[in-house]
T-cell receptor
Framework: QKEVEQNSGPLSVPEGAIASLNCTYS??????FFWYRQYSGKSPELIMS????GDKEDGRFTAQLNKASQYVSLLIRDSQPSDSATYLC??????????FGTGTSLTVIP | EAGVVQSPRYKIIEKKQPVAFWCNPI?????LYWYLQNLGQGPELLIRYENEEAVDDSQLPKDRFSAERLKGVDSTLKIQPAELGDSAVYLC?????????????FGPGTRLLVL
């Protein structure tokens, strides 16, 4: 089993809808979690980090962590065409070790 | 604050040739990472440095890849000789501390094409 797994998609949602991106992880990496956005041809940029069970909101983005289910998600409310990108889930371990998923491609249709 | 700097941004070489990539992390960041990213995949760690020490190089193909971070600041990743399968984006990232879990910041990457 890979440390971090994501559904590669592609995921398409209409503009204004909620996009839901999901990620599961193995026991080894159950510490901190990060969501990165990567536009085509660009490097990953951090959107959200989450360390504790529950929800964390930042503008239109909400990260959810459920450690019992080993599940982390990213919700994007009021999706915009500019949100179209690949979203990478990453898990971190003490000592600055990180494991990335393969990414989910999101397209927001105007 | 300047971000992570990488050069070159693009490189085209013929197979069996050597190639080198350079990375300058964010000032004060002790941890430096080199990742390889293939199209449609997430970044895969090649090597991680804490200051000048390589603390995780288990995924680095040591028969052809080498890296150094001599003064604990900038770093160079080398491939010699390059193979067709090395065509990918090479990302450098840095984090501010050696303890705990700190956010990584990525550079723009170097796109390598091996012909």
């Amino acid at each position: 089993q890979k440390e971090v797994e994501q559904n590669s998609g592609p995921l398409s949602v209409p503009e204004g809808a909620i996009a839901s991106l999901n990620c599961t992880y193995s026991d080894r990496v159950s510490q901190s979690f990060f969501w990165y956005r990567q536009y085509s041809g660009k490097s990953p940029e951090l959107i959200m980090s989450i360390y504790s069970n529950g929800d964390k909101e930042d503008g239109r983005f909400t990260a959810q962590l459920n450690k019992a289910s080993q599940y982390v998600s990213l919700l994007i409310r009021d999706s915009q065409p500019s949100d179209s990108a690949t979203y990478l889930c990453a898990a971190g371990l003490t000592g600055n070790q990180f494991y990335f998923g393969t990414g989910t491609s999101l397209t927001v249709i105007p | 604050e300047a971000g992570v700097v990488q050069s070159p941004r693009y490189k085209i070489i013929e197979k069996k040739q050597p190639v080198a990539f350079w990375c300058n992390p964010i000032s004060g960041h002790n941890t430096l990472y080199w990742y390889l990213q293939n199209l449609g995949q997430g970044p895969e760690l090649l090597i991680r440095y804490e200051n000048e020490e390589a603390v995780d190089d288990s995924q680095l193909p040591k028969d052809r890849f080498s890296a150094e971070r001599l003064k604990g600041v900038d770093s160079t990743l080398k491939i010699q000789p390059a193979e067709l399968g090395d065509s990918a984006v090479y990302l450098c990232a840095s984090s501010p501390r050696t303890s705990g879990i700190e956010t990584q910041y990525f550079g723009p990457g170097t796109r390598l094409l091996v012909l």
